[in-house]
């Protein structure tokens, strides 16, 4: 089913370990596992592999930091991210839980692992849903893409960010939008990929910011990262 692929991860939103995880949330079951592998898939394309080692010493906090400022930000009291985050996980309808979680400014504020503070819980659960829904259709990764769409074409499940100049979504057809293999393997590839497209949606046309936009994407390896990056970057600088 694919709506535990949003509820994988919960225990990242309410404070507590994987190993003393609650089954339930607020009624609903939450941190089971996710068929198909997906959410080992995702995390491999976001976090290397072997034991983990904190990058930030000073920062051992579920709180995300931003690849474009260097700090954490929330302006949310522990009441309003309380009602935010059941709202977020409560709904029962996948596509519309889709759509929260690719509008989400809550699910952004998380990393996806303590070790890795930059990384995106947001953007590693919307990945793992695009995993989890290719794989429930019979795709095998190596046939996947990363595919550029028009911002307001959106394929539930499979958009991975959607933006005011274009969407992304990952799926084995590219319909003749503008795409690139993500590879034989899951692994930190997104610079590669992302340099890869057969037209790039960051027009340049001498504008500075999307140069360094598109520049700053050629370098980054960790596809959470990158995505929560571009996020970032076209909500505040352009």
């Known amino acids: 089913m694919i709506i535990q692929a949003y509820r994988h991860d919960a225990h990242k939103l309410t404070g507590q370990s994987h190993a003393h995880a609650d089954e339930t949330f607020a009624g609903v079951p939450v941190n089971q ?6 959410d080992a898939d995702a995390a491999r394309m976001s976090r290397p592999s ?10 051992p906090s579920p709180e995300r930091l931003s690849l ?3 700090e954490s930000a929330s302006d949310l009291s522990e009441r309003d991210l ?12 996948p596509e519309a ?3 929260a979680w690719l509008t989400s400014d809550v699910a952004a504020l998380f990393n996806e692992s303590l070790y890795y ?12 849903a695009a995993l989890a829904d290719n794989y429930a259709s019979g795709h095998e990764f190596d046939e996947l893409r990363l595919v550029v769409d028009p911002p307001d074409e959106i394929v539930p499940h499979r958009t991975i960010y959607a933006g005011d100049r274009f969407a992304l979504r990952i799926d084995r057809e590219a319909k003749q939008c503008p795409s690139a293999r993500l590879g034989d393997r899951p692994w930190r590839s997104w610079a590669a990929v992302w340099s890869q497209l057969s037209d790039h949606p960051v027009a340049m046309d001498g504008n500075r910011d999307a140069m360094v936009l598109d520049a700053n994407l050629r370098r980054i390896r960790a596809w959470s990262t990158a995505l929560q990056y571009l996020e970032d970057f076209q909500t505040e600088l352009m």
């Not at 596992?33 to 997906?38: E, F």
């Not at 072997?50 to 920062?59: C, D, I, K, M, Q």
């Not at 990384?119 to 793992?128: D, E, F, I, N, R």
Request: charged letters at 15%; proline letters at 9%; zero cysteines.
């Open 82 to 93: 309380g009602r935010a985050v059941r709202e977020l996980l409560t709904e029962t309808d």
């Open 33 to 38: 596992s996710v068929p198909h592998g997906a």
């Open 117 to 128: 503070p930059y990384t995106s819980l947001k953007y590693h659960t919307l990945l793992v």
């Open 97 to 99: 839980m889709h759509a």
């Open 68 to 70: 474009l400022t260097g």
């Open 50 to 59: 072997g034991a983990p080692e904190l990058t930030v010493p000073n920062h």
